[in-house]
């Protein structure tokens, strides 16, 4: 329904060429399976790209707005909840910060400040739902109650707190002493909720332990420790003095 | 340094941009519900009451606003008798859910009385407990299910067509399956919307409430006692809201219930509510198919993108059915078994439940949704399926329910096509969610002038299956509201003198007492009550005569000692209906099967006169 229109009803005769009659599939249905090998081959770029290869490098850049389509797609299907759209900040923006990583090299002012953006967008928005300034998820309790066995009340007070710290390390990521320290709490608290959800839900009575229901959801939140990793790791180890700017204690390296 | 700064403030405004322009964009949008508390007078606190009458116990549960601080957290149940309002009961509010549950034992069902709640001093609520209607013929069930309150699918047009519906039928009970509440976060402030919504005609008859899934706060629910659920969807099987939140939502649709058969809690303090209400002659079985039921993740083989979605046609269903699978679960199962021989004053049996035993659609959501088998549906587990209508029609019990957002017509089959017993899907009031029955396949042994998806077929868990009838959306989506998307409600007719079911499908916004107005294609259609265990490789036994108008009799396997089943006959004459080459023993008795009668009893066995006690 969101791509029938005046423009796309050239790609197809009628309605049921469009999206399927049931006995077949559609244009869209046909087109869904393509976006699997899309992004699988969005994987292999990842995984295989150089610097000086523009072949893989456009692909990557190419599969943001893919990556922009399905975050899309999810907050729609959220009801249009901001932090559902704005959490997945640091995952939307992951191969752009691989691909200008590439180009300009990991301490380039542009790349992290791309990746303060990508973590204070994600921090922000799961800030924003433990907090319950909008409607806090179930599995946010529930994984809390599995783990740590705490009731709601306790549980509502620990997101609370853990919503509150959200923000502080978003605003800390901004100020030069707290940057580091920021950082490091983002890539634990990002591995920890990455992880919580198969230590929550994986189980020796499932088929594979319940892996293949729940390793996948910290695998694809991996940018969530990552990205501030990597940002604790280049500030740590400055290459050169502060030249003033978000990135102050970074500095740019030539693109060849 | 300036092409990177100029790429960073592009990309600080693409995304917050993007974002405002997004939620402008929303805001434009007919789509979503705006739901509020609203604030109301000292006077209007009391926003509606449920209740039923069981077992000369009434249960009444008032639904308040929530009350200031300082408020009393008392409320009182008075009743008229002879134009003077006397208390009979008196509770304490309960602040979680803002519920005052009221029960009155030793009622008098025999008479029609007017009550009214009072909370301080100046809130009252007024309506009727209606007498016990046995001396009807017909009782009268509006059913309903998918209360969708979004405004972009027709959720936001008044309910007013149902409350005068039902009202012209005078309903003698309402059965709402579930989703009454779709708000999955809120539901204190949804159900008060439903009381204003239904409170009119929910106030003056007794009222069934199953909260189903989207009640308890979540898309679907395999409940797997209690458990807590985190993936995403639930299907690893549990519950995803904090318990206190289910607790709360199943004390305001369940507490005016009668007293649940088996009241053990399951795990996190969440109770039961499955249990039995008889009124006028009929015996409704009330059910959990969700609360015990295992979720699929992990259990079984996946065959598509989601643990409960099977895509893959090819698949072999007995592979899903794997062991350790519940449905209705042990004690559901036993209490089944036991409402089943019991026929005092019942003359009829009704199950209600949430959904029904079967995958009954074949495309969900859109048109291009076509799903092999989905495992939110009563069809998975085929084992605990087959056991759960194996139950069900030892009594001859007819099955009523919600949840799949499609009315159909089911005739239920275990070892053989309709052998067990029938079902009725009632429409949603308004459909969130569409679906499609729509067969491949023509189906088998229609009847004459049917359609093709009518008729005998596998669904997709390989389940027998006799569609009868399918209130099939339009296929396109775009602009439609209520009725394209085959929105409405049902009524039951169970006509306790001739033994017979009448299920209606009614459209919104009509009137269903003009002549000239249409129910949905394939309605109405009527059953005997016997047709719900009429297996047709079967054979009959010669005539019994008893000496008694309808007494119950129990037709018991002489080998293995299963009782076939039980049964308020009609008259006094009987031929039992038997599989062929198996011997029976004939129990009966007037309000109870406790006389053996005859034995050795078989298909064209001599008819014979029996006299009872």
């Keep these: ?256 | 340094m300036k092409f990177s700064k100029w790429f960073s403030v592009f990309a600080v405004v693409l995304i917050f941009g993007g974002i405002a322009v997004s939620q402008q964009n929303a805001k434009k949008r007919r789509g979503r519900a705006v739901l509020d508390i609203p604030k109301v007078e000292e006077a209007n606190t009391i926003c509606f009451a449920l209740y039923t009458v069981s077992n000369k116990t009434l249960k009444l549960t008032a639904q308040l606003y929530p009350l200031g601080e300082g408020a009393p957290l008392k409320a009182c149940l008075e009743i008229k008798e002879n134009g003077v309002w006397k208390e009979v009961a008196s509770t304490k509010i309960i602040k979680e859910g803002w519920t005052a549950p009221f029960r009155v034992e030793t009622w008098d069902d025999s008479k029609t009385v007017s009550y009214r709640v009072i909370h301080g001093k100046k809130a009252t609520y007024e309506g009727t407990i209606r007498k016990n209607p046995t001396d009807k013929e017909e009782i009268l069930v509006a059913a309903f299910t998918g209360n969708s309150i979004h405004p972009v699918h027709g959720g936001d047009i008044s309910r007013q067509d149902i409350i005068d519906n039902v009202k012209k039928v005078d309903a003698d009970m309402l059965f709402f399956s579930g989703d009454q509440v779709y708000d999955h976060h809120r539901h204190l402030a949804a159900w008060l919307k439903f009381g204003r919504d239904f409170g009119e005609i929910i106030k003056d008859r007794p009222t069934i409430c199953l909260p189903d899934d989207h009640d308890a706060g979540q898309p679907n629910l395999w409940g797997e006692s209690g458990k807590i659920s985190t993936l995403g969807g639930a299907s690893d099987g549990g519950y995803s809201r904090p318990a206190a939140y289910v607790r709360e939502v199943e004390r305001a649709q369940t507490s005016h219930l009668p007293d649940p058969v088996d009241p053990h809690k399951i795990q996190q303090g969440i109770g039961v509510w499955f249990t039995n209400l008889n009124w006028g002659n009929v015996d409704f079985a009330i059910l959990e198919d969700r609360k015990f039921k295992t979720g699929p993740a992990g259990r079984v083989p996946k065959q598509g993108p989601r643990p409960d979605h099977i895509r893959n046609p090819e698949y072999d269903p007995a592979s899903v059915d794997v062991d350790g699978a519940v449905l209705l679960g042990e004690r559901q199962l036993k209490f089944l078994n036991s409402w089943s021989s019991d026929w005092q004053d019942a003359k009829m049996k009704v199950a209600l439940s949430a959904t029904i035993f079967c995958g009954g659609a074949h495309i969900h959501g859109g048109a291009n949704g076509r799903l092999h088998a989905d495992m939110d549906s009563n069809g998975w587990p085929q084992s605990g399926r087959n056991r759960a209508l194996a139950s069900l029609r030892k009594a001859f019990a007819f099955h009523l329910a919600g949840d799949q957002h499609l009315a159909t017509i089911f005739h239920h089959g275990i070892d053989e096509f309709r052998d067990a017993i029938w079902s009725f899907c009632v429409p949603s009031i308004a459909n969130l969610y569409l679906r499609w029955w729509e067969p491949l396949k023509p189906g088998a042994n229609r009847e004459a002038n049917s359609p093709e998806y009518t008729g005998d077929h596998l669904d997709g868990f390989a389940n027998k299956v006799t569609n009868y009838a399918a209130a099939n959306p339009e296929k396109k989506p775009a602009g439609n509201l209520l009725n394209t998307r085959s929105a409405g409600f049902g009524i039951v007719r169970l006509n306790t003198g001739k033994r017979t079911i009448k299920m209606e499908c009614w459209p919104r916004n009509v009137d269903i007492t003009d002549p000239k107005t249409s129910q949905y294609p394939g309605w109405p259609k009527t059953i005997s009550q016997f047709d719900n265990y009429n297996p047709s490789s079967w054979g009959k036994a010669g005539e019994i005569t008893f000496n008694v108008a309808d007494p119950v009799v129990e037709v018991t396997d002489e080998v293995s000692k299963e009782v076939l089943y039980t049964v308020r006959i009609k008259g006094k004459t009987f031929r039992p209906h038997l599989p062929k080459g198996a011997t029976f023993t004939l129990k009966a008795g007037r309000n109870a099967s406790d006389q053996t009668v005859a034995t050795k009893l078989k298909v064209g066995s001599d008819k014979q006169s029996i006299t009872l006690e």
């Design chain 1, 1 to 256: 329904m969101l791509v029938w229109n005046e423009t796309t009803q050239g790609l197809a005769e009628n309605w049921d060429d469009f999206v399927g009659s049931g006995a077949d599939d559609g244009l869209v249905q046909r087109w869904l399976g393509v976006l699997a090998w899309l992004y699988l081959a969005g994987t292999v770029c990842a995984l295989t790209v150089r610097r000086t290869s523009t072949y893989q490098l456009v692909p990557l850049l190419l599969s943001v707005v893919m990556l922009g389509f399905l975050f899309y797609a999810k907050y729609l299907g959220a009801q249009r909840q901001l932090p559902m759209l704005i959490e997945h900040g640091g995952q939307f923006l992951t191969p752009v910060l691989l691909v200008l990583g590439l180009k300009m090299g990991p301490r380039h002012p542009m790349v992290m400040n791309l990746a303060i953006i990508a973590v204070t967008l994600t921090f922000a928005g799961h800030g924003a739902y433990a907090l319950g300034l909008w409607p806090t998820p179930s599995n946010y309790f529930a994984m809390t109650k599995v783990i740590f066995g705490w009731e709601a009340a306790t549980t509502k007070v620990f997101l609370g707190v853990a919503g509150a710290l959200d923000y502080l390390l978003c605003a800390g990521l901004l100020i030069a002493k707290w940057r580091i320290p920021s950082a490091l709490y983002a890539c634990f608290w990002g591995l920890v909720t990455a992880l919580a959800r198969p230590v929550a839900g994986m189980s020796s009575e499932l088929n594979f332990w319940g892996a293949d229901q729940f390793v996948h959801e910290a695998l694809l939140r991996a940018p969530h420790f990552l990205i501030p990793l990597y940002l604790a790791v280049f500030w740590y180890k400055p290459r050169k003095k502060s030249t003033g700017d978000l990135a102050s204690v970074t500095e740019s390296v030539p693109d060849s």
